[in-house]
């Protein structure tokens, strides 16, 4: 079973990193169980079986794993980033048989070239102190530029990645985010 393969290489992979390597990048996986309850909750939203998806963060695949066991009929696009090589080589292997296209990219610097109908994300759970202080900046213009928001200097990469997204999806569009509530406060 290929989700049991990504799990075994999942939990590797987090051994090789220390736990400050990973919470400065922000890479924590979602359990499985959660990531296909996730996908069977978006599924009763959804009008059509033929469904597009994207995955802004993916690490080794949770959510695609749990996508391909709900979603079995789709033939759409799925594409995913993973900005840490650690991550995206093995991944790619992984699921080279799939129709994921996989990039390693810095999601939160490209530009859609087609919209998709879900997008399903735990995006970096990064503390504000962790992002380098021009990346910050950066977004912070983004951000103002593309939507007229001010965001705090305060906020975790996830809020950015929340907040650029949405211009990857397409008008019926559903995301659902997994992230700390601490983003209302800030």
């Known amino acids: 079973d290929i989700e049991q393969k990504r799990k075994l290489m999942q939990d590797e992979l987090d051994t090789q990193k220390t736990q400050k390597e990973r919470n400065s990048m922000g890479q924590f996986s979602t359990p499985f169980p959660l990531a296909l309850e996730i996908m069977r909750y978006m599924r009763k939203f959804l009008k059509t079986k033929d469904v597009s998806f994207i995955e802004p963060s993916i690490g080794t695949g949770v959510f ?3 996508f391909l066991k709900e979603f079995t009929e789709s ?3 799925v594409l995913g980033f993973e900005i840490d090589s650690h991550y995206y080589t093995p991944t790619k292997k992984l699921w080279k048989d799939t129709p994921l296209e996989l990039r390693q ?3 939160l610097a490209q530009e859609p070239d087609e919209l998709f109908d879900m997008l399903v994300a735990n995006p970096p759970y990064v503390r504000h102190h962790h992002i380098d202080s021009n ?3 950066q977004l912070q213009e983004k951000v103002l530029q593309k939507y007229g928001i001010k965001i705090s200097g305060l906020a975790g990469l996830y809020c950015y990645f929340m907040i650029l997204s949405s211009v990857w999806l ?4 559903l995301s659902c985010w997994l992230v700390p ?6």
């Open 64 to 66: 695609y794993s749990a």
């Open 75 to 77: 033939t759409k696009r």
């Open 105 to 107: 990219a810095n999601f």
């Open 135 to 137: 990346e910050k900046i």
């Open 170 to 173: 397409n008008e019926n569009g």
């Open 181 to 186: 509530s601490e983003f209302m406060d800030v």
